[in-house]
């Protein structure tokens, strides 16, 4: 259904943003949104109300909010299926900014939003088993390849994730690729390195892991790869940050435990408020990166605008971010990870060479210009469809 308005409002649907990434898109593209790049006399915002509790208050943004949207999928979707069209048309928007991939609604035009590679990747999905996770993975790539198809453009964050998802269809509507940005509270110089024999038990080389534990993260290689650099008697200590789901924290503490049982060089910390992530990175010394499927990786980004050297996953998306700022491994190799690693506790000067890479890269991506491209891009949808 094409609404006949004249009216210059954006809707969004941020129904099924609820944590993670998603939630930081959300909260730094409005937040990084002034009247003179927005295009839009207002926009309306529905999301559950933890959502629209993260979102900065804007004079043009209104946020609406529905009972069924503070509960589970089931009920979220009830409320796209029975009320979205209805809240549309009660507030006359011209066009809908879907953000969770998924929508029910015969309303045009709506932009899809795509930010979840892990249904459209088979491989990544089997790492789960015959489960409930993989059950609503496959679903889930259903309903989402639906709703790819029935929108009127896409919105992909990655050309790697663009790549995967458009090779398993014969057509999809038009797209374009809007990468992630950088707070600039993030940015902080490469620091001077020092060679590996100035660090000791005392004061060991400090490795981060920060990612959301499950089962295309591989946390449990990179405590392998830990482990046999210990063995090798560097002065390493790992710290893994990250919400972790049930089955795969099992599977992680179990690893530890074989390699670290008191927790002398490996730790585990549950998930970090985000308002306080630019610190965990500025007292490290580097960071690692395992997972293989990424729509876009903006941890990598972080490290990169933190300055530090990274060994990272050469699987998915990573190489279109940090190109040549970074040592590359295999994440399902244990061995491979720990001669990345080992690479770059060995050349301190290797570990600024990557670091100053990655960190220059790293200021080709900016909130302000993904604000700026994604209203721009929203507002020639919506004058090609009058």
């Not at 998603?22 to 309306?44: C, P, R, W």
């Not at 040549?324 to 060995?346: H, T, V, W």
């Amino acid at each position: 259904m094409r609404l006949q308005t004249k009216n210059n409002f954006l809707a969004i649907d941020a129904s099924n943003i609820r944590h993670g990434g998603g939630i930081t898109h959300l909260s730094q593209l409005l937040a990084h949104t002034e009247s003179e790049n927005l295009m839009f006399d207002k926009v309306y915002l529905w999301a559950g109300k933890s959502t629209l509790s993260l979102i900065p208050d804007k004079e043009w943004l209104i946020k609406k909010n529905h009972y069924l949207l503070n509960g589970n999928l089931i009920f979220r979707s009830i409320w796209q299926i029975f009320h979205l069209k209805k809240s549309l048309l009660a507030e006359s928007c011209s066009i809908l900014f879907v953000l969770g991939g998924t929508f029910f609604t015969s309303y045009k035009p709506v932009i899809n939003f795509h930010q979840n590679l892990l249904p459209f990747e088979f491989k990544e999905i089997l790492r789960f088993g015959f489960s409930k996770k993989l059950i609503r993975f496959y679903l889930l790539r259903i309903i989402q390849s639906s709703s790819l198809k029935r929108s009127s453009a896409i919105i992909y964050l990655s050309n790697f994730s663009k790549k995967i998802v458009e090779n398993q269809f014969n057509k999809l509507p038009k797209n374009k690729i809007i990468y992630h940005g950088i707070e600039p509270r993030f940015l902080h110089l490469p620091k001077k390195q020092n060679p590996i024999s100035e660090y000791n038990e005392e004061k060991p080389f400090k490795i981060i892991y920060v990612s959301s534990v499950d089962y295309y993260k591989h946390q449990w290689n990179v405590v392998e790869a830990i482990s046999i650099l210990k063995n090798e008697g560097f002065p390493v200590r790992l710290d893994l940050y990250g919400a972790a789901n049930k089955s795969p924290l099992k599977k992680l503490n179990k690893c530890i435990d074989k390699y670290d049982k008191n927790r002398n060089f490996i730790n585990y910390v549950d998930e970090v408020s985000f308002a306080d992530m630019h610190h965990i990175y500025k007292d490290s010394d580097l960071s690692v990166f395992a997972s293989s499927c990424e729509t876009f990786g903006q941890i990598v980004l972080e490290s990169m605008a933190s300055g530090l050297p990274i060994a990272c996953s050469e699987m998915s998306s990573m190489k279109e971010i940090v190109r040549d700022g970074c040592i590359y491994f295999n994440p399902l190799d244990s061995n491979e990870i720990a001669k990345a690693l080992r690479q770059l506790l060995l050349s301190e000067q290797l570990r600024e060479s990557v670091s100053r890479k990655a960190h220059l890269y790293s200021k080709e991506f900016s909130w302000k210009e993904t604000s700026q491209q994604t209203f721009s891009y929203i507002k020639e949808i919506q004058q090609e469809s009058l």
